[in-house]
């Protein structure tokens, strides 16, 4: 009789020790898939939140942001990168204006900078003038906030030829005489 209790018990041990590991894989990534209701591409290994910014997935993005601790300015891991980076930069980079605007009306850092850059200055390197006008119009913005290199969004606008941008940036205060 003792060794069928003895056979139970390893049993059990055993259970628990791939139940934790389990929950340990879940805690480790920084997300529950079962708590998120909605279906993401995320197959290159970065947090969740990140790969719903760059999909332009709203529904995942508003998911996190209701989330009664979640910093909307902490950096996370990036696939693109391969380094934390932070949302505003990321959505901005690949143009995701509606993403962007939802972190902007969550009080997210509008100028907090990545390697020197801001994301308005990204989303103006790459031609994003939806983005671009998203964050001129969001209050507390630099316009004239310049790259480690000393370059400008509208520098940047100017030399990538995306003549739009330059008039939004111009519009919004944009200072043309800044030297780098």
Same mark, same amino acid.
């Given at each position: 009789m003792l060794r069928i209790y003895e056979k139970q018990r390893f049993l059990y041990a055993s259970f628990f020790l791939l139940a934790?590991?389990? !929950?340990?894989?879940v805690l480790a990534k920084g997300e529950c898939k079962a708590d998120l209701s909605v279906e993401l591409k995320n197959e290159r290994g970065e947090h969740d939140f990140?790969?719903?910014c760059r999909e332009g997935n709203t529904q995942a993005v508003k998911y996190f942001l209701d989330q009664e601790d979640f910093d909307i300015n902490e950096q996370f891991s990036c696939d693109a990168y391969? $380094?934390?980076v932070h949302a505003m930069f990321l959505a901005a980079k690949v143009g995701r204006v $509606?993403?962007?605007q939802s972190l902007i009306d969550a009080d997210a850092d509008i100028n907090q900078t990545w390697k020197g850059a801001t994301p308005l200055f990204v989303a103006a390197q790459n031609g994003h003038d939806k983005v671009v006008e998203t964050i001129v119009k969001a209050q507390g913005v630099s316009v004239n906030q310049a790259k480690s290199t000393g370059s400008t969004p509208l520098f940047i606008? !100017?030399?990538?030829g995306y003549p739009d941008i330059v008039d939004m940036l111009l519009e919004a205060g944009a200072d043309p005489t800044i030297k780098w």
């Amino acid at each position: 009789m003792l060794r069928i209790y003895e056979k139970q018990r390893f049993l059990y041990a055993s259970f628990f020790l791939l139940a934790l590991g389990f !929950c340990a894989n879940v805690l480790a990534k920084g997300e529950c898939k079962a708590d998120l209701s909605v279906e993401l591409k995320n197959e290159r290994g970065e947090h969740d939140f990140m790969a719903a910014c760059r999909e332009g997935n709203t529904q995942a993005v508003k998911y996190f942001l209701d989330q009664e601790d979640f910093d909307i300015n902490e950096q996370f891991s990036c696939d693109a990168y391969r $380094e934390p980076v932070h949302a505003m930069f990321l959505a901005a980079k690949v143009g995701r204006v $509606e993403v962007v605007q939802s972190l902007i009306d969550a009080d997210a850092d509008i100028n907090q900078t990545w390697k020197g850059a801001t994301p308005l200055f990204v989303a103006a390197q790459n031609g994003h003038d939806k983005v671009v006008e998203t964050i001129v119009k969001a209050q507390g913005v630099s316009v004239n906030q310049a790259k480690s290199t000393g370059s400008t969004p509208l520098f940047i606008a !100017c030399q990538q030829g995306y003549p739009d941008i330059v008039d939004m940036l111009l519009e919004a205060g944009a200072d043309p005489t800044i030297k780098w």
